[in-house]
């Protein structure tokens, strides 16, 4: 394994993070950036339409210190839309501090706040390294800062671009002060001299968009309903609908034990009854996995079980016919949901 030394590593590539390694670097340190996800600039993000920059993360500089517009003028130099945005309609918060207050001086950037981070990032490309998943672990290091690694007011944003437009909107930024969900739309276009098209970015209260992000995350693996890379598809959720669909068993046969292991004598009812009962529960939940989820892995987990037990009372005929019954009628409800599936496609 080759190993390269450095005087600190950095982590994450904002616009702290690569301002500081440049720093750093000026001042004839090795540095090593590191960034997790897949492009520069965190929370300065630009989505590119055609010629249309627009920007879904922060959409305008604002400072007060001449030394930062020193540095972002000497990067950027005509790339600099001073004085946007100029139109602000509503009276909302932007970001704090005051963004718009007199003597703070404000500016976007033609091509999108993202290309700060690209330039800063190209001053640094030398110690630059995107992570891969493989890359997190234990490490050390000399020396490390640590940037944006706290958690940050997620924020959703919806992008729309109009071809053509049916008019201009009279703002740059409007800031819908009574609105609960919505915090701001801006109106890209104007960022872009060409400006044939209209770009608007809405963006929501990032306490709503908590409220949703943190439903979604609650959501299910969403086995069967949604499509993920097939790396997942195999590494990840057929164990997981193994793992499930073998818990699934394991509970029934545990609180199948339950009465013999209390010495319960079941309500007088014979074990063969409670035999069907128990089968008839395996059943209805496989048929229910089977009619919503449509997962493969976990009946075949479920119709392991059964041959296995068919199998070691095949001696028993009152313990292997219902349980090859209930193998049977599970296999049919998982062919039936399947069915079903394609019959919908071809209707729709
Ligand atoms: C919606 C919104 C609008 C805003 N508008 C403005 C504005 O108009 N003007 C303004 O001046 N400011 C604005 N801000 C604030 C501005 O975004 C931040 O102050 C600034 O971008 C923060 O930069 P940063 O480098 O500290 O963090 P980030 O930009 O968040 O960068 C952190 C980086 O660290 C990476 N990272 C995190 N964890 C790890 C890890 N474990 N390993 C490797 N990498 C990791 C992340 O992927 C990311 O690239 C806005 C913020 C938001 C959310």
Same mark, same amino acid.
């Given at each position: ?10 982590i994450?590539i ?34 590119r ?56 001086r ?92 209209l ?42 609908? $193994? ?12 609180v ?12 007088? $009812? ?8 128990v ?5 209805? &939940?496989?048929?229910?996995?089977? =009619? ?32 090859? &019954? ?12 399947? =069915? ?9």
């Amino acid at each position: 394994m080759q190993t390269r030394k450095v005087d600190i590593v950095v982590i994450g590539i904002g616009i702290a993070g690569l301002s500081f390694a440049r720093t750093m670097q000026q001042h004839g340190r090795e540095v090593l950036i590191l960034e997790r996800s897949r492009a520069v600039g965190g929370r300065c993000a630009t989505w590119r339409h055609a010629d249309l920059a627009m920007d879904y993360g922060v959409p305008f500089l604002h400072a007060r210190s001449p030394l930062f517009w020193q540095a972002v003028d000497q990067l950027l130099g005509a790339d600099v839309l001073s004085g946007w945005p100029q139109r602000v309609q509503g009276n909302g918060p932007t970001c704090q501090p005051r963004a718009l207050d007199p003597g703070v001086r404000h500016a976007a950037l033609r091509g999108g706040l993202n290309t700060l981070a690209k330039k800063l990032a190209a001053a640094n490309a030398e110690s630059l390294r995107l992570l891969k998943d493989s890359d997190f672990g234990p490490a050390t290091a000399g020396a490390m800062a640590l940037f944006g690694l706290t958690p940050t007011l997620p924020t959703l944003s919806l992008l729309a671009c109009y071809e053509t437009p049916p008019s201009q909107p009279d703002w740059e930024l409007l800031l819908p002060e009574t609105s609960a969900s919505i915090q701001l739309i801006s109106n890209e276009s104007s960022k872009n001299t060409a400006g044939q098209k209209l770009g608007l970015c809405i963006q929501a209260q990032p306490a709503w968009s908590r409220q949703r992000l943190d439903s979604a995350s609650r959501l299910r693996l969403g086995i069967g309903r949604i499509t993920v890379p097939a790396a997942e598809n195999w590494f990840v959720r057929l164990p997981f609908s $193994i793992y499930l669909g073998w818990i699934t068993v394991a509970t029934v046969a545990n609180v199948t034990s339950l009465p013999d292991y209390l010495k319960w004598d079941g309500l007088g $009812i014979a074990p063969e009854i409670w035999m069907g009962i128990v089968l008839a529960a395996v059943l209805v &939940i496989a048929a229910l996995m089977n =009619f919503t989820r449509r997962d493969i892995a976990y009946t075949a987990a479920i119709l392991w079980a059964l041959v296995g037990i068919s199998v070691k009372h095949a001696a028993v005929p009152a313990v292997a016919l219902p349980t090859w &019954i209930t193998f049977g009628l599970v296999a049919l409800t998982l062919a039936a949901a399947f =069915f079903l599936r394609r019959t919908e496609k071809t209707v729709r």
